[in-house]
């Protein structure tokens, strides 16, 4: 049974950090790229960053310099550190798995809550 379980959402000041991270199970982790998505309040989901089995990344312009996405393969991890962060980033944050060569498997986490606000 493949599980993704997101941790390290909660609410912050404008300006603060927060590192999500997400544990994989169930899947050879190497196998996989990975990214963190997000849902603001009334908008679609959006990508916010990927990180290739190679550890390649990729964000969304409006984080790019503030956000860090990383990967520990041994530990079945996958991380997002947040700095800088404004009210807009307010979210549902999902974490992501998708297979790199079997594009049908693709998974996704329960989502946690990050809000920004003062």
């Known amino acids: 049974q493949v599980q993704l379980v997101e941790s390290g959402g909660g609410l912050v000041q404008p300006g603060g950090s927060l590192r999500l991270s997400c544990a994989a199970s169930?899947?050879?982790?190497?196998?996989?790229?990975m990214g963190w998505f997000r849902q603001g309040p009334g908008k679609q989901r959006e990508l916010v960053a990927t990180i290739s089995r190679g550890g390649i990344t990729n964000y969304l312009d409006s984080v790019k310099g503030r956000f860090t996405i990383s990967r520990d393969n041994a530990k079945k991890m996958v991380y997002l550190q947040m700095n800088s962060l404004k009210p807009e980033d307010t979210a549902v944050y999902y974490c992501?798995?998708?297979?790199?060569?079997?594009?049908?498997?693709?998974?996704w986490g329960q989502g946690t809550q990050v809000t920004v606000s003062s």
């Open positions: 992501n798995a998708h297979n790199a060569q079997l594009l049908s498997l693709n998974y």
């Open positions: 169930g899947i050879t982790f190497s196998n996989y790229n």
